[in-house]
């Protein structure tokens, strides 16, 4: 058998965590409906709402504020649609949270060149908008890791009367955060993103808050979210977060291949380097090599890594992110994304640093024939 992939794409999703499907085996194994009130569904129970007090106790909220939700997606379009009267989003935003706050006729809010939003901007928009203004900015971004000054912003919404939702999908498992230190109003987890099955996630919304369902039909989730709960997805979902990891470790991995990347190429350029990360992000372009090129060049090489954005048909697009960043075009569209995780070793990243060498030489004897 060939060498096994070098696996750099932890921001896409993460390998689930041997206790996550050690915990989901067990939980599929019940029998019972969690809504039913005989003993198999009593068991069924518990297993839920214990899962639901492990979310908590790992965001800082009450057991109460978490709602269940098949993904980070639909936790986040629940936050938008369901919540506020007017929407504000930043220009980095996913597009889970992009594509619903432009369906009720939301308003973009510029950032800078790190991709933070602009407070003032915000402020100016705030004193315009219907209350209350529901703004939605998320903790980390997926693309260059830059953290957000979250807890500054909720502060500031509040003041002008607004509500505010945190995408956390990013952040979960990588930072510690707490739901009521943030201040916000909202945020959304999602599951496979720090360890846990894909096909899960939640909305944290604060309590004696409203927000209308998506999904109807059963009074789940306190009615707020309809359907019958996946088990299953929920209790490894929990088990997943229980894991701590040595973030500090996968850091100095992290920026020992900057560094490396750097001195073999100095006109390469690592987005929102300046700013707070996360300690697993690194968004860099090779300028001269298409993001395309480079990912199936790399993917050859068994080195598993990302473009700064890609959709779901699997097609590199340019990133929305840079450009809001108003990153040069040529910049742009020849990044690409490394995230690292708790699986990832030194020789993944000297793997990486090969194949992609060999990209850099490519660009430096273009660049030295033009």
Same mark, same amino acid.
């Given at each position: 058998?060939?060498?096994?992939?070098?696996?750099?794409?932890?921001?896409?999703?993460?390998?689930?965590?041997?206790?996550?499907? %050690?915990?989901?085996?067990?939980?599929?194994?019940?029998?019972?409906?969690?809504?039913?009130?005989?003993?198999?569904?009593?068991?069924?129970?518990?297993?839920?709402?214990?899962?639901?007090?492990?979310?908590?106790?790992?965001?800082?909220?009450?057991?109460?504020?978490?709602?269940?939700?098949?993904?980070?997606?639909?936790?986040?379009?629940?936050?938008?649609?369901?919540?506020?009267?007017?929407?504000?989003?930043?220009?980095?935003?996913?597009?889970?949270?992009?594509?619903?706050?432009?369906?009720?006729?939301?308003? $973009?809010?510029?950032?800078?060149?790190?991709?933070?939003?602009?407070?003032?901007?915000?402020?100016?928009?705030?004193?315009?908008?219907?209350?209350?203004?529901?703004?939605?900015?998320?903790?980390?971004?997926?693309?260059?890791?830059?953290?957000?000054?979250?807890?500054?912003?909720?502060?500031?919404?509040?003041?002008?009367?607004?509500?505010?939702?945190?995408?956390?999908?990013?952040?979960?498992?990588?930072?510690?955060?707490?739901?009521?230190?943030?201040?916000?109003?909202?945020?959304?987890?999602?599951?496979?993103?720090?360890?846990?099955?894909?096909?899960?996630?939640?909305?944290?919304?604060?309590?004696?808050?409203?927000?209308?369902?998506?999904?109807?039909?059963?009074?789940?989730?306190?009615?707020?979210?309809?359907?019958?709960?996946?088990?299953?997805?929920?209790?490894?979902?929990?088990?997943?977060?229980?894991?701590?990891?040595?973030?500090?470790?996968?850091?100095?991995?992290?920026?020992?291949?900057?560094?490396?990347?750097?001195?073999?190429?100095?006109?390469?350029?690592?987005?929102?380097?300046?700013?707070?990360?996360?300690?697993?992000?690194?968004?860099?372009?090779?300028?001269?090599?298409?993001?395309?090129?480079? $990912?199936?060049?790399?993917?050859?090489?068994?080195?598993?890594?990302?473009?700064?954005?890609?959709?779901?048909?699997?097609?590199?697009?340019?990133?929305?992110?840079?450009?809001?960043?108003?990153?040069?075009? %040529?910049?742009?569209?020849?990044?690409?994304?490394?995230?690292?995780?708790?699986?990832?070793?030194?020789?993944?990243?000297?793997?990486?640093?090969?194949?992609?060498?060999?990209?850099?030489?490519?660009?430096?004897?273009?660049?030295?024939?033009?």
């Amino acid at each position: 058998m060939g060498e096994a992939i070098a696996y750099l794409d932890y921001n896409a999703t993460t390998p689930l965590r041997p206790s996550a499907l %050690e915990a989901m085996t067990a939980a599929a194994r019940l029998m019972g409906n969690p809504s039913s009130a005989h003993a198999a569904g009593r068991a069924a129970r518990r297993a839920l709402e214990d899962a639901r007090a492990k979310v908590a106790a790992a965001v800082g909220c009450a057991v109460a504020e978490v709602i269940f939700t098949s993904g980070g997606t639909e936790a986040n379009n629940l936050a938008v649609l369901g919540l506020g009267h007017s929407v504000l989003y930043a220009a980095t935003e996913h597009d889970a949270v992009r594509a619903p706050a432009r369906a009720r006729g939301g308003e $973009v809010i510029a950032v800078d060149g790190n991709g933070l939003l602009d407070l003032d901007i915000l402020e100016d928009h705030l004193k315009k908008a219907p209350r209350p203004a529901l703004v939605a900015v998320m903790l980390a971004n997926n693309e260059t890791g830059v953290i957000a000054p979250i807890a500054k912003i909720a502060d500031l919404a509040h003041r002008h009367g607004g509500l505010v939702h945190c995408d956390a999908i990013q952040a979960l498992g990588k930072i510690t955060f707490d739901f009521r230190k943030l201040g916000v109003d909202s945020l959304s987890l999602s599951a496979h993103k720090a360890g846990g099955p894909k096909g899960g996630g939640a909305l944290i919304l604060k309590e004696g808050l409203e927000i209308a369902p998506l999904i109807r039909g059963g009074g789940q989730e306190r009615r707020r979210r309809a359907g019958t709960e996946n088990l299953p997805g929920i209790v490894g979902f929990a088990a997943a977060l229980e894991v701590k990891d040595d973030w500090d470790a996968i850091q100095a991995m992290r920026d020992r291949m900057e560094a490396d990347i750097a001195a073999q190429m100095p006109t390469a350029r690592i987005f929102g380097q300046s700013a707070p990360r996360l300690p697993n992000t690194t968004c860099v372009s090779l300028p001269g090599i298409a993001s395309e090129t480079q $990912v199936m060049a790399l993917d050859l090489a068994g080195v598993s890594i990302s473009a700064g954005a890609a959709c779901s048909s699997g097609k590199v697009a340019v990133s929305h992110v840079l450009e809001a960043m108003s990153v040069a075009p %040529e910049l742009a569209v020849s990044a690409i994304r490394i995230s690292l995780g708790w699986e990832t070793t030194a020789r993944d990243i000297d793997r990486f640093l090969t194949a992609w060498s060999a990209l850099a030489e490519r660009a430096l004897t273009a660049g030295a024939a033009a």
